[in-house]
């Protein structure tokens, strides 16, 4: 086995070692304050960050030199400082040029025979290009989203106008054509042949079953009810028809009949939640949802809750869960959260809780 020889070293190595140690800490952005924040150690890192000679720094009270920007009160800094013999945080200090840098500052304390307090050693880091990295991402977070919200807004508007000329163009057509049938079976004279009667009903009966599918096409692109009765009369309906069409039973729970949101944030809900039923018809393999809404001082609650086989933490964590995505985008632009999870740590299933504001 190897041995490990240790390097004796002698007193006039040691002290040149301690004096390049210290040449070392001189570069780094390092102050000495007593426990009254008096600076009592200023080292050149300190000087050229700051712009204070030493003896400028030196004998000041730190705060006030640097005009200290707090985010929490000092005492409880300096509490807290003393209860763990650590503070550290994030801090806007002022330079002596006037302009103002944020640091990272680490403050740890020294106390005489490991008991009495005696002075503070701080070390600041400058983060100014962090910050200025962190705004660009924040920004540029709340340019997408605003773009996304009005892509959203562009898209509803296209559906209702869409849904308009359908019903509007193509539904009185076809109501029209199905006047004009029955018109044409009153005026045939009535030794005409059977079989031209037989071939105008069933006309009839086709047009009657396009203007079914034209109804379908029109509230599938923007339910008319939800413009007409308001969001709780749109949700009854949306999940009397889910119900019908999968099978799947459906309960909804409400004490209003009708929420104050404005026409935006209710069509988001809407969306939300019709994006959450076709969740869980595709990916639940649920037999119930719920759907309850509640009313707190200041916000709505909906909550859809299945007893499928419950959504998993990696689907949830997914990039590319563009669906789940756009449900807490829809809810983020009216300062609004949509949260999904199990509706208890052993429950089965899956449950979205939607909470949007009442003023939005
Ligand atoms: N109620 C649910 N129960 C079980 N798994 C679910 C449920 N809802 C979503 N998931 C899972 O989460 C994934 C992501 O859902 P998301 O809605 O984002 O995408 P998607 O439905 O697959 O596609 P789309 O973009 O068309 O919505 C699904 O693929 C599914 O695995
Ligand atoms: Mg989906």
Redesign the pocket.
Known sequence: MKATTKKKINPEQSALLLCEHSLLLEKANIIIRDIDNRIIFWSKGAESLFGWKQTEAVGKYFHKLFEVRFREPFDTMMEKLFATGKWEGELIYKRKNGTTIPVSSLWLLRADDGKVPASILELDNDISSLKMIEHEITSSREQLRNFAAHIQSIREEERTAIAREIHDGLGQALTGLKMDLAWIILKLPKQQNQELVKKIESSSLLIDSTIKTVRRLTSQLRPGILDDLGLVAAIESELNEYQNRTGIRCTFHTEFEEVSLNKESATAVFRIVQ?SL???L???NASEVKISMKKSASEFRFTIQ?N?????PE?LA?AD?????GMRERAAVFAGEVTINKPSPRGKG?LVTIKIPEES
């Open positions: 994006e076709t969740n869980i595709l990916h639940a299945d499928g086989k419950g959504i998993s689907a997914r869960s563009f669906g789940l995505l899956t």
